[in-house]
């Protein structure tokens, strides 16, 4: 063999053991965050530290809203939806958290996607949504092919660019 060839099958043998640890090492957040989503809990975090967490029942009776919202993708038309969620600022009032003074709210998906909202939008009155129906049908989850249970949709973004879908939690900061 040659050199060239040698140094390929080593470099993609070390790629492979890196993967594969990495997804050992990994499993067991994987699977916390898919009990997550399949359980609908949405936690509620300040600074990082876990303050609440909330089932969909539970976030439905902080007062649930419909409104519309524009998605707009790369391979779509801007195409309006009626979507059914509460604001997400009414959870973390639920929840105790003062809105006082912080620069940013950090809302993650279950793979690990994050989006982080300016608290100048995060306060603009019905803009920041924790969505769970669309056209009054659940989001559904990843493996029905759905966007939740939960999405965080800023209703005023025209291009639905920070948008999170399949969302598990919101860490204020």
Not at 11 to 23: D, E, G, T, Y
Not at 75 to 91: A, N, Q, R, S
Not at 136 to 159: A, R
Request: proline share 2%; aromatic share 10%; glycine share 6%.
């Amino acid at each position: 063999m040659k050199n060239n060839t040698k140094i390929l099958i080593a470099s993609i043998v070390i790629l492979l053991l890196i993967a594969s640890v990495s997804l050992y090492l990994n499993k067991d957040n994987a699977a916390k965050n898919k009990a997550l989503n399949d359980n609908a809990i949405f936690k509620v975090l300040e600074n990082g530290n876990e303050i609440a967490s909330y089932t969909m029942t539970e976030i439905q009776a902080i007062g649930e809203k419909q409104f519309i919202a524009t998605l707009d993708t790369s391979t779509t038309e801007p195409e309006d939806y009626e979507y059914t969620g509460v604001l997400l600022k009414d959870i973390f009032i639920e929840a105790g958290i003062s809105l006082e003074n912080r620069q940013a709210v950090i809302v993650t998906a279950a793979d690990g996607y994050s989006v982080a909202v300016d608290m100048s939008k995060f306060l603009e009155e019905d803009n920041v949504f924790l969505a769970y129906r669309v056209n009054g049908e659940l989001l559904g989850t990843k493996e029905e092919g759905g966007k939740g249970p939960y999405q965080m949709i800023i209703s005023k973004d025209p291009f639905s660019q920070f948008w999170c879908k399949f969302a598990l939690s919101a860490d204020i900061q």
